[in-house]
């Protein structure tokens, strides 16, 4: 292994769901020990800590992490990045060591939602007594509703729709076979929040949140935390051979904000700057999508997957709907995509999303992945995508020990 | 933006003048100050940067595009074709559901509205229909101002 390598050495997660008896320092120090736990090294190995949470953003949540698990004097970097948090925590620690500052360290995500809905921060304004304008646009009112929709399965729902436009073969049917797809590979993921398959037509069927995004094809809140030991090539060298075996490579660590598009200031363009993150990620690794045993990307609603398969160059340009009739993306398809059931079953604890996928691939190149091993996985793609915007794409590959 | 802003600040009124203040047509505001209600008609007014021609219906420091810092207003159009929707059924406390969020394509300019005038479901929904802006009252104040706002209608 080259000395300017950079790995992964252990890795963990909660299960996803709800944990009304603990709070997100608590899930945070199960992860990051359970990580440390799964390299054979300990806190005390550690250069750096990155730690990722969006709603506990100004918390301290590595400061308050390290009273649980150990107060070493180590820099933390607290980082919030829309639903790119935990990816951009692990990419932290991943720069630290690739500029040589750090030879480990530990990277974090965690958040715990609880049952807040999906329509939060699209609160409408009192209403005014007298008009007066307000914010950059001058409104008068909250033009929420008015003005179209900000919320999320609304906004994903028309970026859907977009493509549907630009593109044949892509409707209704096309996004909710994503959201089958996810459903039924969650059955056999025992950290999943939700492991129940639903009929086609159930997911179709379930009550609409914003066409074409059912409640079956939206992700739902949850809690949860996941972590990573990221180590030099060079440090690993020294380690035993049976610890150099399970080490998972980091091909690529790519993180893009998304550049000006003319209809960005009304609709979030979530394609641009995943197609930039992938293209950059393919090229550090010197892999190409038809190389990915598997895949982990950013479902947060049916919708959404579809783009991806685009926008990660998984199918042809404008193919997407093809991709998913054909059956690819399933876990015996050609380019198995959210076997571990994705963020629609999952779950997607924000700040913990871009770890755990991480987790999952380098869970399955270890061969370790039990009932949902998809079988001699080598190379594997992590994807999550925060509007506002931010992506993160990581390419892991298995150790060739 | 404010010192461009034309509301009138509502007067006080007297009672003794109020049977002739009701005979008047009410005080209205635009919903948002990039919507110009003149008097041949409603349209949007964007920020355009005079380098590149990029628009933004907000101000900017310097152009998202190109970086240029001057801008001039510009009109955009008030036909377009609808390149993106969601029909929304649950939305926060107070708004009415379900209501259609549209994408508009107004000549190149990217326009968000709710496409209105129309049955909100997909079968009645369509992408690449035509459109035209149109403005309704949604809503007044205390004082009977009325607020005007826009969405689209199928043209
Ligand atoms: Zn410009």
New binding site residues.
Partial sequence: MSTDSVWILGTNMTPFGRYPDRDAVDLAAAAALGALDDGRVTIHDMDILGCGTLFQASAGMGQQLQKQIGQTGIPVYNVSNACATGATALRTVIMAIKAGEAEMGLAVGVEQMGKMGLLAGAEKKPSKHVFAPEGRYGAVQSVDGLLGTATMPGVFGQAGMQYAHDNDGVGFEQFAKVAYKNHKHSTLNPLAQYRKEFPLADVMGSPMMSYPNTLLMCCPTGDGAAAAVVVSGERLQSMPKRVQKRAVKVSASVLTSDPYVESGQVQPDVNTLTRRAATEAYEAAGVGPEDLDLVELHDCFATAELLHYDNLQLCEEGGAGDFIDSGAPFRDGSTPVNVSGGLISKGHPIGATGIANVYEVATHLRGEAGDRQIKRAKVGLTHVIGLGSSCGVHILEKAAV | MAATRTTKKPAKKKKTSATRARSKPPARVPLVDYLVLGANGAYLRANE??????RFFDRRNA??????REFKKARVKSRGELVGFSIVHRAAPGIAVPFVSGIVDCGGTTVRANVIDVEADPEHVKLGMKLALATYVSGSDDDGTECVAFGYAPA
């Fill in positions: 940067c005079k380098s590149c021609g990029a152009c998202a595009a190109c970086g240029g």
